[in-house]
């Protein structure tokens, strides 16, 4: 782990192979090591850099009002910090809406987008009770110790199909999950519409959604993205579900990798 100073908060984030820049913004209840297998596999062509968000990981807790604009600046001020210019920018699920937040306030700093098993906000994208009862569990279980709940999350995450030691893998991750993190992200997602944003992208956009994702899904959340962002190119993954980096990891590459290739 690497660290850098951006706004007051100490950003932790992991970085592998050489070549053009791949940022990757992990989901809620994850962290760096959601990557480990694109850190690894797509290495060969790129500089892979991933972040612990503000509240994940190694880096510091944010304030209390940190939302999803605050966290895009620190995006920025994390890529500004580490001198790069115009990376790609891979966001998955709740790093998926935080792209996009991205491209809003610094629609300059992305070379192209790829948004997995994305959302144009939990507002934008999921009717009104489905978000009040994320929400509403959210904060439940903020207050309680990890062990007794995350592991209830993981059918949502992955299909039936998954590995034991996948699963294993994901919830030893999820364990470390720090109340100021998950109540931030939860909050901001919660409250984010990010539907007037689709029509005004301008860089290449690669959607990837698994047809198996049961918290962001395909023919409704997906389809309406795809619909909106001009140009962009929409690619499924079957037998995959939310968590599609770590499920099928060489299909997920492969996808991203192909697609990059094709960024002028």
């Not at 940190?66 to 699920?93: K, N, Q, T």
């Not at 935080?98 to 070379?111: I, T």
């Not at 994305?118 to 009104?128: D, E, F, M, N, R």
Request: proline residues 8%; hydrophobic residues 40%; charged residues 25%.
């Amino acid at each position: 782990m690497e660290t850098v100073e951006v706004g007051g908060l100490r950003v932790a984030y992991r970085r592998a192979g050489s070549g053009p820049v791949l940022v990757l913004v992990h989901g809620a209840l994850g962290d760096s090591r959601d990557w480990r297998r694109q850190l690894e596999g797509l290495g060969g062509e790129l500089t892979v850099v991933a972040w612990d968000a503000p509240g994940c990981g190694e880096s510091d807790d944010p304030p209390a009002t940190f939302r999803l604009a605050d966290f895009a600046d620190c995006l920025a001020g994390f890529v500004a910090a580490l001198g790069i210019e115009r990376p790609h920018v891979l966001g998955l699920s709740f790093g998926g809406g935080l792209a996009l937040e991205l491209y809003r306030r610094h629609p300059g700093l992305p070379r192209s987008l790829v948004l997995a098993s994305a959302y144009a906000g939990w507002k934008g994208s999921l009717p009104p009770e489905v978000v009040r009862e994320r929400v509403e569990r959210a904060d439940r279980e903020a207050g309680l110790p990890p062990e007794q709940w995350i592991r209830g999350y993981l059918p949502g995450l992955f299909t039936e199909s998954a590995p034991p030691e996948l699963l294993e893998e994901a919830a030893a991750i999820m364990l470390d999950v720090r109340p100021a993190g998950m109540r931030a992200m939860t909050r901001s997602f919660a409250d984010a519409d990010l539907r007037d944003v689709l029509p005004g992208i301008r860089v290449p956009t690669l959607l990837l959604y698994g047809d198996a994702d049961r918290r962001s899904p395909l023919g409704t959340v997906a389809a309406e993205l795809h619909r909106m962002i001009p140009g962009s190119r929409l690619r499924i993954m079957p037998g995959v579900g939310h968590a599609a980096n770590m499920e099928a990891p060489e299909r997920f590459n492969d996808e991203v990798r192909a697609f990059l290739r094709s960024v002028p």
